[in-house]
């Protein structure tokens, strides 16, 4: 059947032609791996999580970043096979076929999109604290969205810093790739920085007693903050998706995806541990947009504080930059094969991006994040995330058996054990998310399935060979 086509994998890498510029090192992808990780996660969702797990918060970390490294091994192989735009995309697309690519391919776009509105949310409350502590105030109905009620009881109409700050971030991608990494790993070594501060500075005031009972809520409570805090995590996957602007992109692409998630998950557990021994893990509830300064304003660290915030307003920047990059380079992926209309592969001369989709796909996640609040926005990026990766660890059981005398520069270790845990853990994950969730992502694949069979399945490039 045509929905099961599929793309010749050894036509794929033999034609791997690009218009995109590579530029893009090791270092390079390890910064934007830490760059798309370590921000909401690490300042927003470990106070959230501390409240399901207590201070068994880090083994809710450890667990999901266990569930990404196991997927983070299929990708590395993909990667060092496929280097091209697309990632779970493409890689299912030669693998599973065209209609199961498509409906990954959609799943990422909302991911991603969904991803840089929800980032923009955070941001902007950390922005609008760190304005207040200079006697600046932005009226209450440009800080919210319709229907949420600011702290002055105010209901917002539009959240302005939300919709500025992923304009500034499209505005710096469709610059060129060039620039975006060099901010990137600017504000990633500032960051990082920011957070070596914050574990020197409260490592010192951790007790004992915070830290018992380890588990208060059981396991029970592990697996559902790991079910939350599963989003911090999400984003190392945009990694492979710049492997057509990666030099060397079979020997780097699999050092990048892998040591920037373990950069992040050591960062993480540390974190997380102190943070819970310096406060008693029920304090969060009043903490949940900013623990980690909480934390230090806590111990009457205040100054340090200050400079927490502007960590994480730097943090949460990089993350928009990563996901919305990794946003249009999968669309310009499925555009290149007919999938998307043209428009979405079209590449500036003069920029060297694909100009127009990053500003349209811009402007859309801009203004998801000034008209939604944050809950409903993070609704959704997991449950797709989690279905890529099942494909993905899928496909590299695939791909060994019909495939096994391709070459592969990076091989996923003790397959099919790694490849099956993944989708299990994944799948478990997925089983720990609400019904609301599941229900919204049904209508989104629907959509998805519909805008296919009245578009894509005819203009597909296999289609017309």
């Known amino acids: 059947m045509s929905i099961f086509r599929k793309k010749d994998i050894n036509i794929v890498v033999a034609q791997n032609e690009s218009s995109l510029k590579r530029s893009i090192t090791t270092v390079d992808l390890v910064f934007l791996g830490v760059g798309a990780i370590i921000g909401t996660g690490i300042f927003v969702l470990t106070g959230t999580g501390a409240l399901k797990a207590g201070p068994g918060l880090m083994l ?33 697309y030669t693998t599973i076929g065209e209609f199961f690519a498509f409906i990954i391919g959609w799943d990422l776009a909302l991911e991603y999109m969904l ?8 941001w902007s409350g950390y922005f609008q604290s760190l ?84 588990l208060p809520y059981g396991f029970s409570g592990v697996f559902a903050a790991a079910a939350t805090v599963f989003f911090a995590f999400i984003g190392f996957d945009a990694v492979s998706s710049s492997a057509e602007e990666t030099v060397n992109p079979s020997k780097t ?16 557990v540390v974190v ?40 994480a307003i730097l943090g949460m920047t990089t993350v928009m930059l990563v ?15 007919g999938l998307m209309p043209k428009v979405f592969s079209t590449v500036s001369n003069k920029t060297n991006t694909p100009f127009i989709a990053t500003w349209i796909f811009g402007i859309i996640a801009a203004l998801l994040g000034a008209l939604f609040s944050i809950e409903t926005l993070a609704e959704m990026v997991s449950i797709g ?22 070459q592969r520069q990076f091989k996923c270790p003790l397959v099919p054990i790694v490849p099956i845990l993944s989708i299990f853990m994944c799948l478990f994950l997925i089983v720990n998310l ?18 296919y069979f009245c578009y894509s399945i005819r203009k597909s490039n296999l289609n017309n060979m």
């Open 434 to 451: 609400d019904t609301t969730t599941w229900t919204r992502f049904a209508i989104w694949i629907i959509v998805g399935s519909i805008v």
């Open 385 to 406: 995330t989690l279905s890529a990766f099942i494909l993905v660890s899928l496909s590299i059981l695939i791909l060994r058996k019909t495939s096994p005398n391709l």
């Open 253 to 268: 692409m699999p050092k990048g995806i892998i040591f920037s998630l373990l950069i992040c998950t050591i960062l993480y």
């Open 131 to 214: 304005l207040a502590g200079f006697g600046i105030n932005i009226p209450d109905q440009l800080t919210a969205p319709p229907g949420v009620v600011t702290s002055n009881n105010v209901e917002g109409v539009f959240n302005l810093p939300a919709f500025l700050i992923v304009m500034l971030v499209t505005a710096l991608i469709s610059i060129g790739i060039n620039e975006t990494k060099k901010v990137n790993n600017i504000m990633v070594i500032v960051k990082i920085s920011v957070i070596f501060l914050f574990i020197f500075v409260a490592i010192f005031y951790v007790k004992p007693d915070n830290l018992t009972p380890f």
């Open 323 to 337: 996901m919305l990059y990794g946003q249009t380079r999968v669309t310009y992926a499925m555009s290149k094969d």
């Open 272 to 311: 997380s541990l102190i943070m819970t021994g310096v406060v008693p893990f029920k304090m969060f509830s009043n903490y949940q947009d900013h623990p980690i300064s909480a934390v230090l304003k806590y111990t009457n660290q205040n100054w340090i504080s200050g400079i927490i915030d502007v960590g």
């Open 115 to 122: 991803g840089v509105s929800t980032v923009s949310v955070g």
């Open 60 to 92: 809710s970390f450890v667990i999901a970043a266990l569930a990404c490294l196991l997927t983070a091994l299929c990708y590395a192989e993909f990667a060092s096979m496929v280097p091209i735009s697309g990632s779970a995309y493409t890689y299912t």
